[in-house]
């Protein structure tokens, strides 16, 4: 007998798998689903040593390489991860909601704490909440009590594909490409700014003693003009310059009063020069009258002459070489003037140069301390994230199985109007159905990438719209099936056109649906559908299902039920006995039945049940009591 495919491709998997597998240094975990497997395989159990290789064990070194994420301070000795009060928190959060995801992953719903409070609660209350948020599901939970929710939950916990599900998602979150922003690049922009700051900051300090120097310079000449005139003004450093004015003013007034003084005394030298003459002159005079003088008087005379002579020629030499002094003095005083108040001028530029230096490299510096802090406040953000992540593993798993099963009901009814439309012989018929089918659809396809990166392929789909299916819905909760169904009609070409993009005229499509054979035939079809489709995207009110069971074309709807749907047949004849859809008040006890439990319009509309055991894993002789 030729070998089957189970016995066959676990033995394959296990006994003969590479040594990498099994080779020392493999995970401890590795090995035990090693070891494990190939005993189920000695047992000849091969279907469960299968399952056991196509699920490893999650391995606590990829955990704990993950949360090592946590934290960016090291300790600059032994380089250990020093976390602050709030990383620690959120790693310890993550902490524990990864050992409860690994705790499912190993031994699934029944090896979780079964306390009151405990793990088991805790799941089914996540999974709850999650179906709670999608319309359908939590009105047909209206009427569960607490025991077939609990059942309802347990169903879908203890199911393999949300194992798959959760071990899915963890292994994402655990993917070791996937790291938190790295802020140790603004952390070193932020340091080397600092540093140019701090650069600059020196820089201005230097240039700042030599600016004092200088300022020593001019208090200095500020002292000696006190001492020649009026001391400086008091005040800021500009305002001692003026000492130095002071001290050349009073050198310039010295030079004045000199030059007057010289002048004086040329002329007193000339003057005693003529009256040295006239001395001489009236001597000889006097000697030819018999007048003169003695020659002792006369030398008296002229002796005095010349000494006042010498005295102003003296007099004039020594003002003469005082005021080339102080010339020679107000020349090195005003160069000194000169030479500060440029020094003060290169002073005063580059000082504003490093002023400004200083603040751009504190702008920059603090351009990069923001940089640092928004990286900051990203990396807190998304470690928060990360934490809650590892804490919203199930929530997103129950999302993704309950996801799944909501796309496959709605794939149901498009497949049902394929078959529709395939049965169709009337070219009207197909236009209406093709009108049902992508009326309700958004507008622009939605294009999603799958497979893995490198191997990726894109997915385009065309979900439907909730607004379009609400829009119909209220259309048909007004005016009946008739409206919406001429809505639908004129958004498809009209085959009798013969042109392609020719569509429907209101008028023609209103023609098409007086017809009674027509209009029996396909309105209830509408009414069904939209009905469904809005139970996907938004759940029935109370007032809706009133409407539909007390108006003439929602009763229509049903009776159409009732000849094509069995399990609704099914479940009517067990529920109300044989016979019950004759009965003169059938639709008056159906009406009481849907709006006490929902349910019962899904079974109508062919919706699948996701929830409850009355449709999901038990018989319907129970549904509705």
């Known amino acids: ?33 090693i070891a494990k497997g190939r005993q189920k395989l000695e047992e000849g159990k091969f279907q469960e040593a299968l399952k056991i290789v196509q699920s490893p064990p999650i391995e606590q070194r990829k955990i704990s390489e ?14 250990a991860k020093e976390l602050t009060p709030a990383e620690l928190a959120r790693r310890t959060k993550a902490e524990d909601g990864a050992k409860l995801v690994k705790k499912f992953i190993e031994g699934g ?3 979780m704490d079964t306390s009151s409070g405990g793990e088991q609660e805790m799941l089914r209350d996540v999974f709850l909440d999650a179906a709670k948020l999608r319309p359908m599901l939590e009105q047909e939970m209206q009427g569960m009590n607490d025991v077939q929710k609990q059942a309802f939950a347990e169903r879908y916990l203890k199911d393999p594909r949300f194992s798959k599900e959760v071990r899915g998602v963890f292994q994402d979150l655990l993917n070791p490409e996937k790291k938190l922003v790295d802020i140790s690049k603004f952390q070193d922009d932020k340091e080397t700014a600092d540093l140019d700051l701090e650069d600059a900051k020196a820089e201005k300090a230097d240039h700042q003693r030599g600016w004092d120097q200088n300022d020593l310079q001019l208090a200095e000449h500020e002292a000696r003009s006190a001492k020649r005139g009026k001391p400086p003004v008091e005040g800021a450093k500009y305002l001692r310059l003026q000492g130095l004015t002071n001290e050349i003013q009073v050198l310039r007034n010295d030079l004045n009063a000199n030059r007057t003084d010289l002048a004086t005394a040329q ?24 007048t003169a003088r003695s020659e002792a008087e006369i030398k008296r005379d002229f002796d005095t002459a010349t000494l006042r002579e010498t005295s102003a020629r003296e007099r004039v030499s020594q003002l003469d ?25 290169e002073l005063d530029a580059k000082k504003r140069t490093l002023e400004r230096a200083v603040k751009d490299k504190e702008r920059e510096a603090a351009k990069k301390q923001w940089a640092l802090q928004d990286a900051k406040t990203v990396r807190e953000g998304e470690e928060q994230d990360l934490s809650d992540k590892f804490n919203s593993v ?23 109007l394929e078959v529709r439309k395939n049965q169709a012989t009337d070219n009207n018929e197909k236009a209406l159905l093709d009108g049902i089918e992508r009326g309700m659809l958004v507008d622009a396809p939605i294009i999603r990438k799958k497979g893995l990166l490198g191997f990726r392929t894109k997915e385009e789909t065309r979900p439907m719209s909730k607004e379009k299916v609400i829009s119909y819905h209220g259309t048909l909760m007004k005016n009946g099936p008739l409206e919406p169904a001429v809505r639908l009609l004129i958004t498809q070409d009209n085959p009798a056109a013969g042109v392609k993009g020719v569509k429907y005229s209101e008028p023609e499509a209103r023609a ?33 299902i009133h409407i539909v069971v007390n108006a003439q074309w929602g009763k229509d709807m049903l009776d159409k039920a009732r000849d094509r749907n069995k399990a609704y047949f099914d479940a009517v004849e067990k529920d109300m006995g044989p016979g019950a859809f004759d009965a003169p008040n059938f639709h008056e006890k159906l009406a009481e039945k849907i709006k006490k439990h929902p349910w019962w319009l899904y079974l109508i509309l062919g919706i699948p049940f996701l929830v409850g055991g009355a449709a999901a894993s038990k018989s319907l002789e129970n549904i509705g009591k």
């Open 321 to 345: 070489g005082e005021l080339k002094t102080k010339e020679g003095e107000a020349k090195i005083i005003d160069e000194e003037h000169q030479t500060l108040i440029e020094r003060r001028k």
């Open 267 to 290: 002329g007193d030298v000339k003057r005693f020069r003529d009256e040295l003459v006239n001395a001489q002159r009236f001597a000889s005079i006097r000697a030819g009258t018999g």
């Open 109 to 111: 719903y029944d090896n």
């Open 394 to 416: 199930f929530s997103e798993a129950s999302d993704k199985v309950l996801n799944n099963d909501l796309e496959k009901a709605n794939e149901a009814f498009n497949a049902e």
């Open 1 to 33: 007998m030729e070998p089957k495919a189970a016995e066959v491709v676990p033995k394959a998997i296990i006994k003969e798998a590479p040594v990498a597998v099994v080779a020392p240094g493999a995970s401890k975990a590795t090995s035990e689903m």
């Open 66 to 79: 993950k949360l090592e994420q946590f934290g960016t301070a090291r300790n600059a000795t032994t380089g």
């Open 512 to 544: 098409i649906l007086a017809n009674k054979a027509f209009a029996d035939k396909m309105l209830p079809i509408v009414t069904e559908q939209i009905l469904a489709r809005k139970m996907l995207v938004g759940g029935i009110t109370q007032e809706d």
